[in-house]
């Protein structure tokens, strides 16, 4: 089989999520650049990778996926490498329920609510949306206590192996950690600080850093 490719941008926290996982798995890919919110959208061809418009997108020889958690565990399943999910169901659930939580809960208040409003926006000259960041700080408490609360001992989120529950995981809390209000509160979690101290030094979180 071919080289997979990916199409998006380093910036993406889901593209990263996937190149994360090639990069586990030690499987060489192409990345091919689609920017989302370039002025006036992605291409229009790129709307017959990912009719939503977003990215990433994936393709391997004549196979067509889009959705990161669909492309994580295909790349998993599909590729030689460490097993990037547990085998046994209790232990498989537990990382899917970790990876529905930060589709649902961890992107939406912790990149877009804390990290945009208080980093991005900012740095781009836009004002902030304060009800929007005062609403996600008092949130990120539960959503961190839920993670630290299923993460146990650890050493992995989502036991005691890396899994794609810390590579879903990781690329926001990368982006939270860098918002002023990010790392106290993170703090309060000490398993997941020490998660995050462990997730930091892989070498597939530098290979994959957003400006590389
Ligand atoms: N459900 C999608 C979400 C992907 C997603 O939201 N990606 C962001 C970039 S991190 C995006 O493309 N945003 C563009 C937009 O919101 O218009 C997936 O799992 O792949």
């Given at each position: 089989m071919g080289k997979p490719t990916l199409f998006g941008a380093a910036?993406?926290?889901y593209v990263r999520a996937a190149r994360l996982?090639?990069?586990?798995?030690?499987?060489?890919?192409?990345?091919?650049?689609?920017?989302?919110f370039a002025e006036g959208g992605p291409p229009p061809s790129y709307?017959?990778?990912?009719?939503?418009?977003?990215?990433?997108?994936f393709a391997h020889d004549e196979f067509e996926l889009y959705e990161t958690g669909a492309i994580t565990r295909y790349i998993d399943e599909s590729?030689?490498?460490?097993?990037?999910?547990?085998?046994?169901?209790?232990?498989r659930a537990r990382?899917?329920?970790?990876?529905?939580?930060?589709?649902?809960?961890?992107?939406?208040?912790?990149?877009w609510g804390v990290y945009v409003e208080q980093v991005s926006k900012p740095a781009r000259g836009e004002p902030s949306d304060e009800t929007r960041l005062a609403?996600?700080?008092?949130?990120?408490?539960?959503?961190l206590k839920a993670l630290a609360d299923l993460t146990g001992d650890g050493p992995w989120l989502g036991g005691t192996a890396l899994t794609l529950a810390d590579l879903h995981v990781a690329p926001m809390i990368d982006y939270f950690?860098?918002?002023?209000?990010?790392?106290?509160?993170?703090?309060?979690?000490?398993?997941?600080?020490?998660?995050?101290?462990?997730?930091?030094?892989r070498a597939s979180m530098r290979q994959t850093e957003p400006g590389e």
């Open positions: 910036y993406s926290v996982a090639l990069h586990e798995k030690g499987v060489d890919y192409n990345l091919v650049p689609v920017d989302v709307l017959t990778r990912q009719p939503f418009g977003r990215i990433p997108a590729f030689d490498g460490p097993e990037l999910q547990p085998a046994d169901p209790r232990s990382v899917n329920q970790i990876i529905s939580i930060t589709d649902g809960y961890v992107y939406p208040v912790l990149v609403a996600s700080l008092s949130r990120a408490p539960v959503i950690a860098k918002a002023p209000e990010g790392l106290p509160i993170l703090g309060v979690y000490t398993n997941l600080m020490s998660w995050w101290s462990r997730m930091q030094e």
